[in-house]
T-cell receptor, first 117, second 111 residues
Framework: SAVISQKPSRDICQRGTSLTIQCQVD?????MFWYRQQPGQSLTLIAT?????????ESGFVIDKFPISRPNLTFSTLTVSNMSPEDSSIYLC??????????????FGEGSRLTVL | GENVEQHPSTLSVQEGDSAVIKCTYS??????FPWYKQELGKRPQLIID?????GEKKDQRIAVTLNKTAKHFSLHITETQPEDSAVYFC??????????FGAGTTVTVRA
């Protein structure tokens, strides 16, 4: 298992500003992912945070809007840039625990609830 | 990419009855199918998963079945209890460590 801490847990932001979310894991992990969960909706993968290289973004998400850092195997940040009300969501950091080289359980942080006014 | 459809979107059951949630997936290369439970205001947590080489898996009151030919899988909860009330998400993975989630099912267990 993995224990994941996310900061901030919630924030209210003004339109046009940027906010950085931090994710700290209690052990070294290879795979870290950032998901978005809009109110009452499912989880949508934003990007895979790769240690030592650029993040890999999913369709519909771009680096200029969601820059990601992964300086080491226990930490990552996601920035939501130039926010608009449509960015109001819960942003979840998650880590994967591969099972003998296969996709395994995802552990999630508690999420960062952003409200953009 | 993978598309996962989940039904129903809401489900209300009497305590003690069974609940069934169904999902279909589009990518025949998908080989890992987990189910996550998310209680209100909490993070999603894995409750059960199944791999493509298995047709059924049980863990106490919950079970998952997989039909690879039809590309669908289902979650079965028996003897439902109030603490089973939550949002349940199915997901699928091609083995690239990424998950595609269904839209979620809000389960309410009536006392």
């Amino acid at each position: 298992s993995a224990v994941i801490s996310q900061k901030p847990s919630r924030d209210i932001c003004q339109r046009g500003t940027s906010l950085t979310i931090q994710c700290q894991v209690d052990s070294q992990v290879t795979m870290m992912f950032w998901y978005r969960q809009q109110p009452g909706q499912s989880l949508t993968l934003i990007a895979t945070a790769n240690q030592g290289s650029e993040a890999t973004y999913e369709s519909g998400f771009v680096i200029d809007k969601f820059p990601i850092s992964r300086p080491n195997l226990t930490f990552s940040t996601l920035t939501v840039s130039n926010m608009s009300p449509e960015d109001s969501s819960i942003y979840l950091c998650s880590v994967s625990t591969p099972d003998r080289g296969r996709t395994g359980e995802l552990f999630f942080g508690e999420g960062s609830r952003l409200t953009v006014l | 990419g993978e598309n996962v459809e989940q039904h129903p979107s809401t489900l209300s059951v009497q305590e003690g009855d069974s609940a069934v949630i169904k999902c279909t997936y589009s990518d025949s290369a998908s080989n890992y199918f987990p189910w996550y439970k998310q209680e209100l205001g909490k993070r999603p947590q894995l409750i059960i998963d199944i791999r493509s080489n298995v047709g059924e898996k049980k863990d106490q009151r919950i079970a998952v079945t997989l039909n690879k030919t039809a590309k669908h899988f289902s979650l079965h909860i028996t003897e439902t209890q109030p603490e089973d009330s939550a949002v349940y998400f199915c997901a699928a993975s091609r083995g690239d460590y990424k998950l595609s989630f269904g839209a979620g099912t809000t389960v309410t267990v009536r006392a």
